[in-house]
């Protein structure tokens, strides 16, 4: 498969400070698909949140350390401020209505888990529940809580959570030859503008091993 080359008259740019000229952003577009952080929480009393964001990867693995991204001070960010614990579950496509669910924007108090007809289940190292029906969680406990901000040292309304997994849970079925079988699973992924999802399944998987 030849792949073409783009020559500078066939290439959109621009600066984003000076705007895109398209009819959407597309910023969120480029840089996907991105994982599905699944983001339970507690507050000091106890009420737990759950609510899917659409920045979220890992970004180390021994240990293993994963990180979101919250544009605006939500429930997710006081609370894990407040304890320290999140739990991040998997977003799966079997689960994707539920997902969206937990998306909604309610009160504190409104429980996220009764609201999506899920399920919370304890953990082990950390007091935050995790999705009973999701195929795995990472149990977190915060390593950092990052002010953004931009060029000029302006802070933005946004921060970067960063946590390092002190337990992991994996439904066994998912287990083949003591490998996680991600595809089998069918973890979705946010694909750009506000509607956009793909997901991962066995017939999109393709295996490429690094030069020696």
Not at 96 to 101: K, L
Request: glycine share 6%; proline share 9%; net charge negative.
């Amino acid at each position: 498969m030849t792949s073409p080359t783009y020559t500078e008259d066939a290439i959109h740019y621009y600066d984003p400070a000076a705007g895109h000229g398209l009819k959407h952003d597309p910023f969120k577009a480029i840089v996907a698909p991105r994982p599905v952080g699944w983001i339970s929480s507690c507050d000091r009393e106890g009420r737990v949140n759950l609510a899917p964001y659409s920045y979220f990867n890992a970004f180390h693995d021994k240990p293993p350390i994963i990180a979101f991204g919250s544009t605006g001070r939500k429930d997710s960010l006081a609370n894990i401020e407040a304890t320290g614990e999140f739990v991040a579950s998997m977003a799966t496509r079997p689960l994707a209505e539920m997902m969206n669910a937990t998306s909604a924007t309610v009160p504190h108090e409104v429980d996220e888990f009764t609201l999506s007809g899920l399920t919370p289940a304890p953990c082990r190292q950390v007091r935050p529940p995790r999705v009973a029906e999701s195929p795995t969680a990472l149990e977190c406990k915060v390593l950092q809580v990052i002010h953004q901000h931009d060029l000029e040292g302006r802070p933005l309304d946004a921060w970067m959570v960063l946590g390092q997994v002190v337990g992991v849970h994996i439904a066994r079925v998912f287990l083949r030859d003591g490998l996680f079988d991600t595809a089998a699973a069918r973890p979705i992924l946010r694909g750009g503008y506000l509607a956009d999802y793909f997901e991962a399944t066995p017939e999109t998987r393709f295996q490429m091993r690094r030069p020696a």
